[in-house]
């Protein structure tokens, strides 16, 4: 038997030339080929779609090398074992993990094995409170190392950018990131190509992202080196109180896009999506090292729900960001946002809410597009941004 690792790591026609020698000798086996191959990799051979320099030509794999017996996939954790993991840790060290900290570390994975053990292994021998084996391991300290991983762009974390930039997962990821309607337009192999990338799960004929690290990844590594030239300061934005100052923050936002977003919009591979992401990275750039931001967003949503959550010192600011993209009349746009943002603070137990709506309109003044206006909604005041 032999076992080729990462073998869709190899590219055009060395990938191509190995195939083809797997079928060739395929009938001399056992006596003078391996008798059974396993093939590891992200990918299923039918998903290869290998670009022959030689040839100049496309070769899909399912069809020219059609010797494939079967393909297993190596899914997530089930909840159980997610749980059984860190009882082995507890039952080798004595150091118990908390009913929150459990529950947080399968909320943010959703049993991804990767995410699973890089947040147990940060958690309990990377950072000093919890190599301490009488200390618990919390839900606060779980958030934390999730932080620290994603900050660090650790090689799995890092590779997502590669991903990202791919037009298959483009396709798909695409109308997540702008939480458009569910699109018949979205070929079946490009959906399934994704998902054995394990970017995105399905949820009774819906896909979403697939966990919620991932839900922050994914924005975070498109405007990485974007959040990196973005010339603004935490300190502009905290209050005397230790507070964030949210609206200076969006209107400070309202002009940075008014002079600045022409050239950035230019620059991103996901074009539709454009405005929602700068607004990311405005605010992410913001909030890093002082607080976070926690994301939702999926297919038919038509929105995107952002939570900043900014410690201080007389507690924790909890504020509530939806971003919109005008595609309807302003009133249907209004309202709608109105009821989800009103809906979205509810269940946050928001502090503040604001509502941002972008108008790509072709034609429209930026006079007419930048304004700031308070509404009441279900006795909650909503304040809201044209962009």
Same mark, same amino acid.
């Given at each position: 038997m032999l076992l080729l690792d990462e073998v869709d790591a190899l590219m055009g026609d060395t990938l191509i030339s190995l195939l083809r020698q797997l079928r060739g000798g395929y009938d001399t086996r056992p006596a003078h080929f391996p008798q059974s191959i396993v093939l590891c990799g992200v990918r299923d051979l039918q998903d290869y779609r290998i670009h022959s320099a030689r040839e100049k030509t496309v070769i899909t794999g399912g069809s020219a090398f059609n010797i494939k017996a079967e393909s /297993?996939?190596?899914?997530?954790?089930?909840?159980?074992?997610? +749980?059984?993991?860190?009882?082995?840790?507890? =039952?080798?060290? !004595?150091?118990?993990?908390?009913a929150p900290a459990r529950e947080l570390v399968w909320d943010l994975t959703s049993g991804q094995p990767w995410l699973v053990n890089a947040l147990a292994y940060e958690v309990t021998f990377k950072m000093p409170e919890g190599r301490v084996r009488t200390a618990a391991i919390t839900a606060e300290m779980i958030e934390q190392a999730k932080e620290q991983i994603i900050e660090r762009r650790d090689t799995?974390?890092? $590779? /997502?950018?590669?991903?990202?930039?791919?037009?298959?997962?483009?396709?798909? #990821? +695409?109308?997540?990131?702008? !939480? +458009?309607?569910?699109?018949?337009?979205?070929?079946?192999?490009?959906?399934?190509?994704?998902?054995?990338?394990?970017? #995105?799960?399905?949820?009774?004929g819906q896909i979403a992202v697939a966990n919620r690290i991932y839900q922050e990844v994914i924005p975070r590594e498109l405007t990485f080196s974007t959040q990196l030239m973005i010339d603004a300061q935490p300190a502009w934005y905290v209050l005397p109180d230790g507070r964030l100052d949210l609206s200076k923050l969006l209107a400070a936002f309202q002009q940075f896009f008014r002079e600045q977003s022409e050239a950035w919009l230019e620059q991103f591979e996901y074009q539709e999506v454009g405005p929602q992401l700068l607004m990311q990275a405005f605010l992410q750039r913001i909030v890093n090292g002082g607080g976070r931001v926690e994301r939702e967003y999926g297919l038919g949503r038509r929105r995107i729900d952002l939570l900043v959550i900014w410690p201080h010192p007389g507690g924790v600011q909890r504020s509530v960001i939806e971003l919109k993209l005008l595609r309807q009349s302003p009133g249907q746009t209004l309202t709608n946002g109105l009821a989800q943002t009103w809906a979205y603070a509810d269940t946050c137990a928001a502090d503040e809410a604001h509502l941002v709506i972008f108008d790509r309109r072709p034609g429209r003044s930026w006079e007419k597009r930048i304004y700031r206006r308070d509404e009441i909604? =279900? $006795?909650?005041? #909503?304040?809201?941004w044209g962009v």
């Open positions: /297993l996939r190596l899914g997530n954790f089930a909840r159980q074992e997610v +749980e059984t993991l860190l009882a082995q840790h507890t =039952q080798e060290t !004595g150091q118990l993990f908390t799995h974390i890092d $590779q /997502l950018q590669h991903k990202l930039a791919e037009p298959r997962v483009r396709r798909v #990821i +695409e109308p997540l990131l702008a !939480g +458009e309607q569910a699109a018949t337009h979205l070929p079946t192999d490009d959906v399934n190509y994704v998902y054995d990338l394990g970017l #995105i799960r399905r949820d009774a909604y =279900q $006795q909650r005041l #909503i304040t809201v």
